[in-house]
């Protein structure tokens, strides 16, 4: 699922729009696309996997294989980029300090032209909670569906309230009461 992640990506469609538009390639529901993109349930059905070639204009043969490595992409500032994009307006500068770096290193950074260090790769691992032992340099953090930082994952909990009815809602706001409280 990695290389479907990937394709969407590239195409420029947005993380939140990765299910419908998934969907829409593969003529199958939404669900069914949420559920692919997360890697669960069953694979792609034939029918699917030549939806997926016409939506794509890949060949069958070119599904396969790690699509980032055949198109050269560089996952770690693909990561970096992904990370510091995710951070509220103005907390670059934060986010640079906390690392005891300049902002414009962070800036290569996330051009591509200088590279973090191994101590300083996982100081951001730290600063995004990313689970321990995240290699950044292989692992594309940017084609996780789970949101990664805490603006992404508050707006995605936001998101998520916006579209549960009532009664779910009023079943929710009691463990989120005994969780949240302090």
Same mark, same amino acid.
Request: glycine letters at 10%.
């Given at each position: 699922?990695?290389?479907?992640?990937?394709?969407?990506?590239?195409?420029?469609?947005?993380?939140?729009?990765?299910?419908?538009?998934?969907?829409?390639?593969?003529?199958?529901?939404?669900?069914?696309a949420?559920?692919?993109?997360? %890697?669960?349930?069953e694979?792609? #059905?034939? =029918?699917?996997?030549?939806?997926?070639? !016409?939506?794509? *204009? /890949?060949? +069958?043969e070119?599904?396969?294989?790690?699509?980032?490595?055949?198109?050269?992409?560089?996952?770690?500032?693909?990561?970096?980029?992904?990370?510091?994009?995710?951070?509220?307006?103005?907390?670059?500068?934060?986010?640079?300090?906390?690392?005891?770096?300049?902002?414009?290193?962070?800036?290569?950074?996330? %051009?591509?032209?200088?590279?973090? #260090?191994? =101590?300083?790769?996982?100081?951001?691992? !730290?600063?995004? *909670? /990313?689970? +321990?032992?995240?290699?950044?340099?292989?692992?594309?953090?940017?084609?996780?569906?789970d949101?990664?930082?805490?603006?992404?994952?508050?707006s995605?909990?936001?998101?998520?309230?916006?579209?549960?009815?009532?009664?779910?809602?009023?079943?929710?706001?009691?463990?989120?009461?005994?969780?949240?409280?302090?």
């Amino acid at each position: 699922m990695r290389n479907i992640r990937y394709l969407l990506w590239k195409g420029g469609t947005e993380r939140k729009d990765w299910p419908s538009k998934l969907a829409e390639w593969l003529g199958c529901p939404l669900q069914r696309a949420e559920d692919l993109l997360a %890697g669960e349930g069953e694979d792609l #059905t034939s =029918k699917e996997k030549k939806a997926l070639e !016409k939506a794509t *204009g /890949l060949a +069958p043969e070119g599904l396969f294989g790690d699509l980032l490595e055949k198109h050269g992409e560089d996952i770690l500032v693909g990561n970096i980029r992904h990370l510091i994009d995710g951070l509220p307006h103005g907390q670059k500068k934060e986010f640079a300090a906390k690392l005891g770096v300049d902002v414009t290193t962070v800036s290569r950074w996330i %051009g591509g032209a200088q590279r973090p #260090t191994k =101590k300083k790769l996982e100081e951001i691992g !730290k600063y995004f *909670g /990313l689970p +321990p032992g995240t290699d950044l340099h292989s692992e594309a953090v940017f084609l996780w569906t789970d949101p990664v930082s805490e603006t992404q994952m508050k707006s995605w909990l936001m998101e998520q309230i916006q579209h549960i009815d009532g009664k779910t809602l009023r079943e929710v706001i009691p463990a989120l009461r005994k969780l949240l409280k302090k």
